[in-house]
């Protein structure tokens, strides 16, 4: 039938390109594991990621939606650890495990979302505050 109407079979048939998904994957664990340098460098949970989003949120919808999402959940997590470290001082004994608690549950749900966005290119980062909001067309 494609013969008939002069269309090239390969025309019908979407294929994606593997060497593209590849680059993808790769954007996608960098700029979900770059957080992990805030154990490092203070706030480059958020910084490095938003330097990566700067640069590739233009290229795709995927990196612009999910980079949103990274930041807006880190820069949560920071916020939340100031409050904590501020409230540790009048109450030492019983706001480490405040503070323990914000650690763990970002670590937590970043790693979950590394091996979510690498499987199904999806993320889901609970409890953000929408800092970054989706920009209107």
Not at 54 to 60: F, L, Y
Not at 64 to 71: H, N, P, S, T
Not at 84 to 111: H, K, Q, R
Request: glycine share 6%.
């Amino acid at each position: 039938m494609a013969v008939g109407i002069d269309i090239n079979v390969d025309d019908l048939i979407v294929l994606e390109n593997p060497k593209e998904e590849t680059i993808q994957r790769k954007w996608m664990l960098l700029l979900h594991a770059l957080p992990f340098f805030g154990f490092i460098i203070p706030f480059a949970n958020v910084l490095f990621p938003i330097f990566v989003w700067i640069h590739i949120a233009e290229d795709n919808n995927i990196y612009d939606k999910q980079g949103r999402a990274v930041i807006n959940f880190h820069s949560t997590i920071s916020l939340l650890f100031v409050l904590s470290l501020l409230a540790f001082f009048p109450f030492p004994g019983m706001n480490f495990f405040g503070t323990a608690a914000v650690v763990l549950y970002g670590i937590i749900v970043t790693i979950v979302n590394i091996f979510k966005a690498l499987g199904s290119g999806t993320c889901n980062y609970p409890l953000s505050i929408p800092f970054l909001k989706k920009k209107h067309d």
